[in-house]
């Protein structure tokens, strides 16, 4: 059992100061009666809570796809700038949330939001191998010698080593990277060892969740459990 305060603040965005003025409001019902007190018992996985007539159903955990536009910091708050839980719908918003890994402010695509803490952890622990997908548009033509170097693993300018990296040519001066580290500015400067400049960076893949075609840089919907499962599904063995 568990105060009805509680659970509603937990799976919304409601504050418990809120939830006792929709109470004194008649504006919370427990199986379809008006509850007055914010305080009393329910159970969190059979009693039916509405608030405002909208059912608040229980979830443990939630676990969003964005497609994260430039501009928005990859953050749970901040005080001078705009961050991608400031631009979640209402219907998303609740306790608690984060977005798991940080994509930087000018970089767009895949980012999963949760309140999920192991999950994050595991997918951002480099020993899981999870292998984040990325596209890099560079300032010139790509040379021979740079696929080489990825995979034999880049040394930045301050002698950090990272680890070997899948690298594909797509065009004159766009390429594929799979890392499965997640270093500040990582590809970046992984780049910017090889004496190119990257102008444009999306990610398009997590583990084998691929982002959503459908969803518009902003836009924002639920994964499914087989697509969380997804993020741990990818190529183990890159090489």
């Given at each position: 059992?568990?105060?009805?305060?509680k659970f509603i603040s937990t799976q919304t965005s409601y504050s418990r100061k809120d939830i006792k003025r929709l109470c004194k409001?008649?504006?919370v019902t427990v199986n379809d009666r008006i509850v007055k007190q914010s305080d009393v018992k329910i159970d969190p996985e059979n009693d039916v809570v509405c608030v405002c007539g909208e059912e608040i159903c229980y979830k443990q955990f939630v676990y969003y796809m964005m497609n994260k536009p430039k501009g928005v910091l990859s953050a749970s708050n901040d005080k001078n700038a705009k961050t991608v839980i400031?631009?979640?719908p209402q219907q998303f918003r609740r306790k608690n949330l984060f977005p798991a890994?940080?994509?930087d402010k000018d970089t767009t695509g895949l980012l999963i939001i949760t309140d999920d803490g192991d999950f994050a952890h595991r997918m951002l622990s480099p020993n899981k191998k999870v292998y984040k997908h990325y596209i890099a548009t560079l300032d010139k033509e790509l040379d021979d010698t740079v696929k080489e170097r990825f995979e034999n693993g880049i040394v930045l300018s301050d002698g950090t080593v990272c680890q070997k990296a899948f690298f594909e040519k797509l065009s004159d001066s766009r390429a594929l990277v799979k890392i499965c580290?997640?270093?500040?500015h990582q590809v970046k400067k992984m780049f910017l060892s090889c004496s190119y400049t990257v102008?444009?960076?999306?990610?398009?893949?997590?583990?084998?969740l691929k982002l959503d075609s459908h969803l518009a840089q902003s836009e924002v919907r639920e994964l499914t459990k087989s697509e969380t499962l997804l993020v741990f599904n990818g190529e183990i063995d890159q090489f």
């Open positions: 059992m568990e105060r009805l305060d409001s008649c504006e400031d631009i979640l890994g940080r994509l580290e997640g270093k500040f102008v444009e960076l999306e990610r398009v893949q997590i583990g084998a």
